[in-house]
């Protein structure tokens, strides 16, 4: 699954049930591999809780497990990518590919087993890694997937997708019941920690570089059928609220959906937010650089911040639906590029 069809464009219609079809590339008769902790950055130190967890994830549902997980599956990248913060690698996650395309806060070791797409994942490649703990992503209590895979004698940890209402708390706590499942919580503190006085180290450098434009509209994109299809992050994205929380303003005031805070948008709607700096993923997927179709429209070509050059790609593989290393690396972009 790729970022254009991570979440749809508009409105309720942007939560989509997921289908579970037995499909994958993954040979589900393969020797589970065997769990091991991450060694990256300061990960050698990290203290695991140890004895019974019960916790209530994201929807009320309790979850409880005889010892912290160890042999977690994980079907998201933002859980991907939390769970080798706290120092766990996976054993099994869905479209590894896909999350070393787009996703490198953290590095994804050698031998996880690929258990097929995040929308339809194999799940019985999935279960023949053994798993302890299945984390997972959803939407609502009775989500799908909640359904699907509570069928399996294994727990199940249901983290909310996200939450327009209040992006960065709600990526924070997806962070956390992570750590509560996997016995790292006094990791998760640290991390934690660091975050916010990341964003607030960020918000003063900013504020003392006093850039003569704050306003800025994210917006990432693809070509079908030939024309260019933007999706700028509104207000309730998380990237657009980190940027806010960095004193900017995002320009954006088209109709957004009520869990990503995503619009939907043509180049010409864009002439709608003025002298706006213009943000955009730097990431590709595929053979088609849609950016590249920018360039050929006459409309951008004349929009202020691009006249002005102030439009920029954000570095590469830089995930916008992350977790605090993700948002750390887009506190950077914003800085980098307002404090030029």
């Known amino acids: 699954m790729s970022l254009r069809t991570k979440v749809s464009l508009a409105g309720a219609a942007l939560i989509l049930p ?24 300061d990960c050698a130190d990290v203290r695991t809780e140890t004895g019974p967890v019960s916790l209530t994830d ?9 010892k912290p997980a160890e042999r977690v599956a994980v079907l998201e990248w933002q859980q991907v990518e939390d769970a080798l ?20 806060a953290e590095e994804l070791p ?5 258990v097929g797409t995040r929308g339809e994942p194999n799940l019985d490649a999935l279960y023949a890694t053994d798993p302890d703990l299945v984390i997972i992503e959803a939407y609502t209590p009775d989500d799908e997937i909640i359904a699907k895979l509570e069928a399996y004698d ?10 327009a209402a209040d992006p960065i708390q709600n990526m924070l706590t997806t962070f956390d019941l992570i750590a509560q499942a996997t016995g790292r919580t006094e990791r998760a503190a640290a991390v934690t920690e660091e975050f916010e006085q990341h964003l607030a180290d960020a918000k003063a450098k900013i504020a003392e ?19 260019v299809t933007l999706r700028p992050f509104g207000q309730g994205s998380l990237i657009g609220e980190l940027g806010e929380e960095l004193g900017l303003t995002n320009a954006w005031t088209g109709e957004v959906d009520p869990a990503y805070g995503l619009g939907q948008s043509d180049i010409e709607g864009m002439t709608a937010v003025g002298d706006s700096t213009l943000l955009y993923t730097g990431t590709k997927e595929g053979d088609t650089d849609w950016t590249a179709e920018l360039t050929k429209n006459d409309v951008w070509a004349n929009l202020p911040a691009v006249t002005e050059d102030r439009s920029h790609a954000f570095p590469e593989h830089i ?16 800085v980098d590029i307002f404090t030029k």
Not at 110 to 114: K, L, R, S, W
């Open 18 to 41: 997921l289908a579970f079809a037995g499909c994958g590339t993954t040979d589900p008769g393969a020797a589970a591999p065997a769990p091991s902790e991450a060694t990256s950055g």
């Open 154 to 163: 294994v727990p199940v940890l249901a983290t909310k997708g996200a939450d």
């Open 110 to 114: 050698e031998g996880v087993t690929d």
């Open 209 to 227: 570089a006093a850039p003569e434009h704050t306003d800025f509209v994210y917006f990432d994109g693809w070509v079908d059928g030939g024309n």
């Open 85 to 104: 913060t706290l120092c766990v690698n996976p054993v099994a996650v869905a479209d590894t590919e896909g999350y070393t395309t787009w996703n490198n």
């Open 58 to 66: 994201s929807f009320g549902r309790t979850v409880e497990l005889d």
């Open 319 to 334: 995930w916008t639906f992350g977790g605090p290393r993700s948002s750390e690396k887009v506190v950077n972009a914003y």
